[in-house]
Structure formats: C-alpha cells, structure tokens
C-alpha cells in the first residue's frame, strides 16, 4: 500500500511516499529556518505563509521522486495535530483537497506518533510494544507503545523540552536558531564535567521531567561571568548542558524500562540527533542488556516519511477521517 504523506507542523513543509509502512519511495522536505533565524524562533505567521508557497511543488516533487501519479497512491496521510494551528492549517486542507479529488482515504497523523515511526523504515524488525523517549523542540515524553496505535504516556515534562532547553541556553550563548544542533557541535571540545549542573527531580513522579532550572542555572552562570567581566569556555559549558541533559534523559528511560519490563527501548523526536543522548542511551542500553533503536539523522528533525509511516498503521487500523477533519494545535499522543 502506498501513501503520500504530507507534513507541515512547524517550519519544514515535507511530502513524502512511503510503501508499507517500511519503504521509503520519496521523502522531500523544504526548510524555512534561514528565515525564521532572523528572529531567533519560528514566527507563526510566516510559517504558514511559506507552507502555502511550498506544498504543491513539494508533493509535486515527493510523487516524481518515487515515480508514481497520484492514480498509483492508496490513501493521503497527513500531520493533523500538534503544532501551530495556522502551519497544520495549509498541510490538512491541501490533504483533504487531495483525498476529494482524487477520491483516496484520508488518514490523520499525530505528529510524535510519527516520529515514533520515524524508526520503522530503518528497522525491519522493530515491533511494539516498546517504551520510546520521544524528545523534541517542543515535548519530552516517555510512552509505552503497546501497539502501533496504543500509546500511554508514563512521564512527561513538567516545564520547558529538553530541545527548548538547549534551543533556549544556545541563543542566551548567541548561537543561531534552532541552538541544539550548534551547541551539540559546539560541546565536542569541551569538558562535560567543567560545570556542575542540577538535576531536577519532581517529586512523587519518578518518570516525569523538569528542565526549566537546568535552563535558568545555565543562563545564571552567563549572567555572572558577564557581571564580573569573566569570560566562560563555551565549549564546556556546552558539553556539560549536553551531558546533564543526556543523563537525565538516560537515567529516567532506564528506570523506566525497568519499572514497566520494557526490554526495548526507542529514541524519537529531533533531540534523538544529539550525539551525547546517542552515545549514553547506547552504553545504558548496553549495560542493561536492552536492544536499542534509533532513527537515522536523517529523519531525527521534522519530515513527511515518518507521516507515511505512521500513517499505513493508522489505516490498518481504521483510523480514517472525512472531510470535516481540522487541525488542532495541542492534542494527547494517547
Ligand atoms: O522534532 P523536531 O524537529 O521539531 C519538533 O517537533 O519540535 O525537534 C526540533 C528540536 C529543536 O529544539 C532542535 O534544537 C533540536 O530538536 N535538535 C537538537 C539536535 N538536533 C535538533 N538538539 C540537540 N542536539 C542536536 N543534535
Ligand atoms: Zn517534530
């Protein structure tokens, strides 16, 4: 079964076709962050804008990629929720556009359920159930996939993401946006262990995250180097960020595999790019006798592949929508 799938959630406008689940025909994606770093973050209103601009010549590219019409495709997939109401916006109507005329099921996505999938073209034999640490620019959840439509969140952030924390500590340390993949570079050189950092915990919930005072001990330390005319090694600043971070993140999914006798583990989102949260998940893994998965860096960052993905297990599933489908901008993964 092939599926065109469309993405638009944020600011890469992405259309892809994916065989099965599995195959990856085509996967075309068109990124609007040069624009969006002049203002340091994504502004909404241009984000939509460009989609509009973009997403007929993207689909238009994805279907020749694969080199396949449209008559060849068996149902349009697309990101339906979460993320800015106007970006979705362009991705759900121009989908449902398609499926209309072309007479094709239409099949709604959640945006970390497809990343969560982002894994299964690269891994044949990955099947749920598994818990999964999905981190990205703008969530922090760790779920158990008991299937591929049946998700239960077990821990969350209780504050910012851990991409929010690093995007956020990297443009304090005037690195460009998004700042997680300049400060990963940046912190190769560094000591991680130059800086002692926090470890938040939050009370009475073992899985759950808190990265906002990690953020604000990272600001601190700018802040008084400044004050006192100090200058700070960046890099080991930036390494211990990043190796606090990836401990945090390691030490509650181990836990957690544990806790709920998960013995394979998953990494998702755009922060699964970091090499330090790469190498630690790997080595806990390791240790504890888990099979680790994780998604090339090619589809770590946001794409429409992963759309197809998890689309073809949503059709099976009987997840199909009718023309009244809206975008929403917040909804539960579960
Ligand atoms: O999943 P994603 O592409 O978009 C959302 O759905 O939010 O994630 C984007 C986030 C940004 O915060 C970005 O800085 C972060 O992923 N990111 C990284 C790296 N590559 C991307 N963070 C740390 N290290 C990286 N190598
Ligand atoms: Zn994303």
Redesign the pocket.
Known sequence: MKILAIES??D?TAAAVVEDGRQILSNIVATQVEEHRLYGGVVPEIASRRHAEAISGVTREALQAADVTLADIDAVAVTAHP?LIGALLVGVNFAKGLAFSANKPLVPVH??RG?IASNYPSHPDLKPPFLCLV?????THLVLCEDYTTFRIIGRTRDD????C??KA?RAMGMPY????A???RAEGGDPHAFVLPHPKVEGSPFDFSFSGLKTAVLNQLHNAKQRDITLNIEDLCASL?FTVADILVSKTVAAAKEYGMSTVVLA???S???E?RRQMQAACDKEGFKLYMPPLSL???NAAMIGAQGYYEFLAGNVADLSLNASATMSIE
């Open positions: 959630s944020c890469e993320g945006h970390l990343h981190v990205s620019g703008g969530h993401a851990a991409g929010e690093f995007d990297a998004p700042g997680g993949i400060l990963d570079k990043r989102g755009g922060v790019a970091n090499s949260l770590c960052g946001d």
